[in-house]
């Protein structure tokens, strides 16, 4: 079946700690965006990729980095300098006017 | 800045009523605006609306449009208790790519 894998589902960490969060499609869409959701605050942008080998930064792009080295695929790292990681990630693909998401991964920084 | 924002942030009812939600927006080169409704995970689809004053209606659910007052309005009517969810509004602006720029949701709790 067609769509956006993400893994992991949760992930603890300790502070400090770099951690990269996995999304993978296998819908052929060039667009992908990653997604952060706090309580009460909705979803903001972290980073988008309009075609392979090119990124934009979104509205919080500070202490997270991205790579997209293969149409499939667009890792998210979250780094140390990320002041409160804590929060429920989720990646999306866009085609045709619709936005499809993945299940989300929610990282607990300990 | 791109801004949206829904209103109200929560709203609680019995099964049966009638609600409203609100998305009103601010957003250069605006392309469309898109409800999505999450439960426990990932946001699911309800519709996109690009022009004005046309309604998009799926079973109990419809949605209008209004591109001059730059506002959308999401209808539910006879609620269920499965209607218990947060609903996002979003809105695409810029490249043909949409960037998005979604509001803060509101959180619909029905009672039985």
């Known amino acids: 079946d067609g769509g956006i894998t993400q893994s992991p589902k949760y992930l603890f960490r300790k502070e400090g700690q770099n951690v990269t969060l996995s999304c993978e499609q296998n819908?052929?869409?060039?667009?992908m965006y990653w997604y952060r959701q706090d309580p009460g605050q909705g979803l903001r942008l972290i980073y988008y990729?309009?075609?392979?080998?090119?990124?934009q930064k979104g509205d919080i792009a500070e202490g997270y980095s991205v790579s997209r080295e293969k149409k499939e695929s667009f890792p998210l790292t979250v780094t140390s300098a990320q002041k409160n990681p804590t929060a429920f990630y989720l990646c999306?693909?866009?085609?045709?006017?619709?936005?499809?998401f993945g299940e989300g991964s929610r990282l607990t920084v300990l | 800045e791109d801004k949206v924002v829904q209103s109200p942030l929560s709203l609680v009812v019995h099964e049966g009523d009638t609600v409203t939600l609100n998305c009103s927006y601010e957003?250069?080169?605006?392309?469309?605006l898109l409800w999505y409704k999450q439960e426990k995970k990932a946001p699911t689809f309800l519709f996109m609306l690009?022009?004005?004053?046309i309604e998009k209606k799926s079973g109990r659910l419809s949605s209008i449009l209004d591109k001059k007052e730059l506002f959308s309005i999401l209808n539910i009517t006879a609620t269920q208790t499965g209607d218990s969810a947060v609903y996002l509004c979003?809105?695409?602006?810029?490249?043909?790519?949409?960037?998005?720029?979604f509001g803060q949701g509101t959180i619909l709790t029905v009672h039985p």
């Open positions: 999306a693909s866009w085609i045709s006017g619709e936005l499809f």
């Open positions: 819908l052929n869409h060039d667009a």
């Open positions: 990729s309009q075609i392979v080998n090119d990124f």
């Open positions: 957003v250069t080169n605006f392309r469309s």
């Open positions: 690009t022009s004005s004053g």
């Open positions: 979003a809105v695409v602006g810029g490249t043909s790519y949409g960037k998005l720029t």
